[in-house]
Nanobody
Framework: QVMLVESGGGLVQAGESLRLSCVASASMFSIPVMGWYRQTPGKQRELVARYLRFGKINYADSVKGRFTISRDNHKNTLYLQMNDLKPEDSADYYC??????????WGQGTQVTVSS
């Protein structure tokens, strides 16, 4: 099991930026899939951006060109740089890590609110 702690959420205006951080309790070299997901009330958690094996990255179409996922393996930290934020980006953002068996661990989430 991997403990994940997110930070960096907040209230911003449309067009502004935020950077989320997620610190993992285990070496990120041992985590095959790790990424950011978001959820709004009444909706399923959805992918924002994630690292897959061999450094491949997936982005949701809605964030391509605005969000960038990155990682610092030595600090066991995953980042999500979010630029040009829109009100529809408002959500609880979760850091998730999956092992080889497909079992997921999640952080407690950090709230992002974008006002118009």
């Amino acid at each position: 099991q991997v403990m994940l702690v997110e930070s960096g959420g907040g209230l911003v205006q449309a067009g502004e930026s935020l950077r989320l951080s997620c610190v993992a309790s285990a070496s990120m070299f041992s985590i095959p899939v790790m990424g950011w997901y978001r959820q709004t009330p009444g909706k399923q958690r959805e992918l924002v951006a994630r690292y897959l094996r061999f450094g491949k990255i997936n982005y949701a179409d809605s964030v391509k060109g605005r969000f960038t996922i990155s990682r610092d393996n030595h600090k066991n930290t995953l980042y999500l740089q979010m630029n040009d934020l829109k009100p529809e980006d408002s959500a609880d953002y979760y850091c998730g890590a999956s092992n080889d068996a497909g079992s997921w661990d999640w952080g407690q989430g950090t709230q992002v609110t974008v006002s118009s």
